[in-house]
């Protein structure tokens, strides 16, 4: 498989409304929320699991050239700094 160019920006688009589009719906549940899903923004594939690790070494096992998005299920932003706060998003 060749790759395609793609900034990070092109990245994160793809991989989000992927996520609104379908993922969201089927995640976003007492059991995940405060997991790291990430997403392969071509295929919409993804896989979620504690630290998000687990589920970026399978994808990229699938595909070598998937372009990878990390988001915290139910949460603005995936990690904080310093006393910087997480918002949680879903109850």
Do not use: C
Not at 21 to 46: C, F, L, P, W
Not at 50 to 76: C, P
Request: glycine share 8%; charged share 25%.
């Amino acid at each position: 498989m060749q790759a395609i160019f793609w900034t990070v920006e092109e990245v994160a688009q793809r991989a989000k409304q992927f996520y609104e589009d379908g993922i969201r719906q089927q995640v976003e549940h007492s059991d995940n929320i405060g997991k790291m899903i990430v997403i392969d923004a071509e295929t919409g594939e993804y896989g979620i699991d504690k630290t998000g690790v687990e589920s970026a070494l399978s994808l990229k096992q699938k595909n070598h050239y998937a372009r990878l998005f990390t988001m915290r299920i139910g949460y603005d932003v995936a990690f904080s700094f310093g006393n910087a706060p997480m918002e949680r998003t879903v109850e």
